[in-house]
């Protein structure tokens, strides 16, 4: 049986194009393999029914982030049929509590030549989804990518800033992307009131963290939580494990960002969610710990942020 762990960043739409059909029905099979296992292995406490560990089974969270405007309902109908489950009369599906979705807008075209119209679009796509059954358990992915730099950081902003409201609107956590613009990110999450002491109390994930330790003590001390993916595992990513280092356990999440960011030797193929199993042997022997161990502490993480906001 494959090992399995809870990936907090994995586009299903997009790994299922690489891997074909049947290759994204075996990925998401496991899950469905672990998770009952461990709910077989559970005991009745609050931990066990939140979905945290589960006597020797080890519950997996996956959660799919949103890129574009209109593509959250179009994903869950996806997964679902991946996963075998048809809708009801009623056009509603019956997904698993291991399976999360996020809705979100990437700053890229088109959606950045006009903000207002994407989040007239998300907010639609994100009733859709309340037709299908499922109340998404996050906002984003969203916010900067200085890197590509689709538009000017001024319109990034308005389109970010507007999803960070929209978290807060509706008291759900915010998956950030956030590249070449550590400073930029963090003005904007205080700006938006989001971050630092008097912060609204939205969880804030970097997510696919890409910066050094200054970046990270500065993204912690501002509340939020910091999330790894396979480049963890890169030669040249030294700063990248420096960071890993200051992170502590109640604030760690790790991912595939699948199909991207293989880890180690897989570099440059495409992804799944099973590949994260190597980024989590990774960070468990950069902080002496075993990948099971690491893996039951980003679970209930992982749980703890996205479970109870079903």
């Not at 290759?23 to 939140?50: C, M, Q």
Request: glycine share 8%; charged share 25%; aromatic share 6%.
């Amino acid at each position: 049986m494959e090992t399995v762990y809870t990936d907090t960043h994995a586009h299903v739409e997009k790994f299922a194009e690489s891997l074909g059909e049947e290759g994204a029905k075996a990925v998401l099979a496991a899950f469905a393999d672990a998770n009952a296992i461990a709910g077989a292995n559970a005991t009745a406490d609050a931990n066990a029914a939140a979905g945290v560990k589960a006597g020797d089974g080890n519950p997996a969270l996956l959660l799919d982030p949103g890129t574009d405007v209109d593509d959250l309902p179009r994903r869950i109908a996806l997964a679902a049929g991946l996963l075998g489950i048809a809708p009801d009369a009623d056009g509603r599906f019956a997904l698993p509590p291991w399976l999360h979705f996020a809705a979100g807008v990437w700053p890229g075209r088109p959606a950045l030549d006009d903000p207002d119209a994407s989040m007239k679009a998300l907010r639609a796509s994100i009733a859709a989804a309340g037709r299908q059954g499922v109340r998404v358990s996050a906002i984003g992915e969203c916010g900067f990518d200085f890197h590509h730099m689709e538009a000017d950081e001024k319109t990034q902003l308005r389109l970010f800033s507007a999803q960070i409201e929209l978290a807060v609107e509706l008291g759900l956590p915010l998956i950030v992307h956030s590249r070449d613009a550590a400073k930029a990110t963090l003005d904007a999450l205080g700006a938006a009131g989001v971050a630092g002491a008097a912060a609204r109390d939205i969880p804030v994930i970097i997510h696919c963290f890409g910066y050094g330790p200054e970046e990270v003590r500065a993204f912690l001390d501002s509340g939020a939580w910091i999330s790894f993916a396979g480049n963890l595992t890169y030669k040249k990513s030294e700063p990248l494990r420096e960071a890993l280092a200051i992170v502590p356990d109640d604030r760690l999440l790790l991912e595939t960002d699948a199909p991207y960011m293989n880890p180690e030797p897989r570099r440059g193929k495409a992804s799944s969610p099973l590949d994260v199993v190597r980024t989590y042997e990774k960070a468990a022997a950069l902080r002496g710990t075993t990948a099971r161990a690491l893996a039951d502490k980003v679970s209930a993480n992982a749980f703890g942020l996205f479970a109870p906001r079903l």
